[in-house]
């Protein structure tokens, strides 16, 4: 007992000085944190200093055209230096008596007002004849904001002379802390009590004690806290039960055995970081060194190191591909914005054109499926490497222009021309790079290209219109058929539109009332009714009817479709029982899925407790996959395709003969039938073709996957598709798509003909 009480006591100190290390590691991540955001208003006064938008700004002050071009210009200034796209910056141009000449504001809340502080804060700097001055604003909810102000002669833009400050200007950025506020909330919800940032003068320092914690968050301000007695509490609570247990159990021996363990994996670790941690605190190094062991001292170890070497490697990073893509070596973004600003500008002096010609390589993606990641990048680069080629030959080369990589396969290219159908020129040329696929040094990948086009002043006057309007030309190529090029047009417009009502119409449908399904049966060698295809139509009370063609790849862009399958998927197997009772109980229904869907695993999981709910017997429902999904994702689509199939469904591939999947392929997928599409299924039962239909039909066969051809218009193909061995067959020459009500009366008439 004695020697249980003695660990018991040593633990104790142990663990609290590990709660402690802790603590100080939590500290020292928020004062990183501050230091990032605080820094944001150093670099962005420091940026507006360095180049001429300040100089353009008092030039064009209350000259609406030119302001809202230096306007857009501190808009990349300030995105430049920012990483988070939502975070809240403030800049303000006070006068010489401190009155506001000029507040921009980057936030969500177009409605906000300049804070009241902002105005004291630039009479105190001008009053004090300060060169510099920063400032932590105390707000409502424990939220904080962080002033950096500098005082400039309002002619020269530099350091002014103190005798001379009424000639002076001050600007002010300021930054609200969001990812320090996160940090600061998260110590408060952690140990119980709330941090405290104390205003201190450099010559007093708190009187601390073993439990309470401090930091310098910058010169006269520091982040403190206190362990408190309930939080070390309950770190120890279980160590007291432990202890107890032990002491009872094995005794004395243990006791020393655990000692011995506790040193080894406990203490000395703890005493290793904290060396460490002192090391890196004093800044004697740049970071711990990187633990090996899998023990909670080690993994806090090894975080604390990621964490060190994620801020070098992203500040490394930051300077690098500040101008430059890493990967072509082309212009990026930043570097593309800034060189379209300024040719906008001078296309306004000069009344000439621009055009903004937006790339996006179709199929890339199948590339870096397929071929892989390297042949992606190999792709990117000599792309990239073409482009250039192109602006630099002969035909375009007295035109000044950049091309630049935005992100991903999409590019875009910056055009200066006198002449509007320079931009059309250039466009075909583009695609015509991709005729017949895109050869690099060691592929020959099925890449085209979607090219868009939108020109100053006629399709915008301001490159953020530009932009949009080029991004829409270019999704109108590329659902136009892809590899050939769009200008922005008010046709183009309307179907954007279009596109946009029913996607906001997907986020608001009322499935039950908009929705209904109709049935298409299929037949077999006999003309015996053996199944029905599931097909959903869409009434919008709005928008009139919408045929699946056009909604269903808009919801599975967006993330609609699995609303829409799961009420597909509930009607159809609530009329089951219906359809079963009209047309026999051997009748299947096939329904289709979205391709999105194949790719979770938790689909499969809801359509199989939908089946158990409707107690749908096995095999009597087939999940028919577009083949044109592709082949990407193979292992996670084969594993739920299997999991569905023992689930008791039936796969089919739907489709068949338009996609990307080879023939022999199929044999991958676990597929009980194939259904030939209507385009194969012409073109088969065309005299030029009728040799190759046995045997396509044969090769399913000897894998056991039966055959239903669609696209059966006439009784001509339906007799030669049988004599080909295709088990079922579909088409408007057997039954159009219909209502249950229809279905009924359909049935009745077909039962009376001479097809049964």
């Known amino acids: 007992m004695a020697a249980t009480i003695g660990v018991y006591q040593i633990q104790t100190a142990t663990l609290t000085e590990v709660e402690q290390n802790r603590l100080d590691l ?178 007093v ?165 397929r071929l892989g990641h390297e042949a992606g990048d190999e792709l990117l680069q000599h792309t990239a490497l073409t482009f250039q080629a192109l602006l630099q030959n002969d035909e375009h080369r007295n035109q000044s222009s950049l091309v630049s990589r935005l992100a991903g396969d999409e590019f875009a290219i910056v055009l200066a021309h006198d002449h509007l159908d320079d931009r059309l020129v250039l466009a075909s040329s583009l695609v015509s790079l991709f005729e017949g696929g895109f050869k690099t040094e060691r592929y020959i990948t099925p890449v085209s290209a979607s090219v868009g086009i939108a020109s100053y002043p006629s399709d915008g006057e301001d490159l953020r219109e530009l932009i949009a309007n080029a991004d829409m030309a270019m999704y109108h190529a590329k659902r136009t058929g892809k590899n050939r090029f769009s200008a922005y047009s008010h046709t183009i417009a309307r179907a954007a539109r279009r596109v946009k009502l029913i996607e906001d119409a997907l986020k608001f449908v009322n499935c039950d009332e908009e929705f209904s399904l109709v049935f298409m049966p299929f037949v077999d060698q006999n003309h015996t009714i053996k199944g029905l295809e599931i097909l959903l139509r869409w009434f919008s009370p709005d928008l009139g009817q919408i045929t699946p063609d056009e909604f269903v790849p808009i919801a599975e862009q967006t993330g609609s479709y699995t609303k829409i399958d799961d009420w597909v998927f509930r009607n159809a197997f609530s009329e089951l029982s219906n359809l079963r009772e009209l047309l026999g109980e051997e009748i299947v229904i096939a329904i289709n899925i979205s391709a999105g869907e194949l790719g979770q695993t938790a689909f499969a999981d809801r359509i199989i407790n939908l089946k158990k709910e409707f107690n749908v017997p096995d095999r009597s429902v087939e999940l028919e996959i577009t083949e044109t999904f592709g082949y990407f994702a193979v292992e996670q689509v084969l594993s739920v395709l299997r999991e569905l199939r023992d689930a008791g469904f039936n796969i089919s591939i739907d489709d068949f003969g338009i996609g990307y999947t080879p023939l022999l392929q199929m044999i991958d997928y676990p597929v009980d039938k194939v259904k030939f599409d209507k385009e194969l299924v012409d073109r088969l039962t065309n005299d030029a073709y009728h040799k190759l239909m046995e045997p396509t039909v044969e090769l399913c066969h000897l894998q056991n996957i039966k055959v239903t051809a669609e696209g059966i218009e006439t009784m001509a193909k339906f007799d030669l598709l049988k004599d080909a061995g295709c088990d079922y067959f579909q088409g408007y020459s057997i039954a159009q798509p219909m209502t249950f009500s229809e279905l009924r009366q359909w049935h009745r008439r077909y039962q009376l003909s001479d097809k049964i």
């Open 26 to 203: 939590k500290l020292l991540q928020a004062k990183i944190e501050f230091e990032r955001e605080a820094s944001i208003s150093e670099n962005i006064i420091s940026l507006l200093l360095e180049g001429e938008t300040l100089a353009d700004f008092t030039h064009y002050i209350g000259r609406d055209v030119n302001e809202y071009f230096v306007t857009q210009r501190l808009d990349y200034l300030i995105n430049e230096v920012l990483e988070d796209e939502k975070a809240r910056v403030l800049l303000t141009v006070f006068n010489n008596k401190g009155e506001p000449l000029y507040h921009y504001e980057r936030s969500d809340d177009p409605f906000s007002d300049m804070p009241s502080f902002l105005p004291m804060f630039a009479r105190s700097l001008i009053l004090k004849n300060d060169l510099r001055a920063q400032k932590l604003m105390f707000l409502k909810r424990e939220h904080h904001a962080y002033l950096y102000g500098k005082t400039v002669n309002a002619s020269t833009f530099t350091h002014p002379l103190k005798p001379s400050m009424e000639d002076s200007i001050a600007i002010v950025a300021t930054v609200y802390l969001t990812k320090f506020d996160q940090l600061y909330n998260n110590l408060s919800e952690r140990y119980g009590v709330k941090p405290s940032i104390v205003n201190r003068s450099t010559n």
């Open 205 to 369: 320092k708190p009187d601390v004690s073993d439990t309470f914690r401090s930091i310098t968050l910058f010169p006269d301000f520091d982040l403190e806290m206190q362990l408190t007695e309930q939080y070390l509490s309950q770190s120890r609570s279980y160590l007291i039960g432990w202890m107890l247990a032990v002491s009872v159990i094995l005794g004395v021996a243990i006791t020393a055995l655990l000692l011995l363990l506790i040193k080894r994996f406990i203490i000395h670790p703890i005493e290793s970081l904290d060396r460490q941690l002192t090391l890196v605190m004093d800044e004697h190094q740049s970071n711990i060194q990187k633990p090996f062991g899998k023990d909670e001292v080690s993994r806090l170890g090894i975080k604390f190191y990621d964490l060190y070497d994620q801020l070098n490697e992203n500040l490394r990073q930051s300077r690098v591909l500040s101008v430059t893509d890493s990967l072509t070596k082309l212009p990026n973004r930043t570097r593309f914005q800034e060189f379209a600003k300024r040719a906008l500008i001078r296309a306004w002096n000069r009344h000439s054109y621009v055009s903004l010609i937006y790339i996006d390589l179709d199929n890339f993606k199948f590339v870096n499926d």
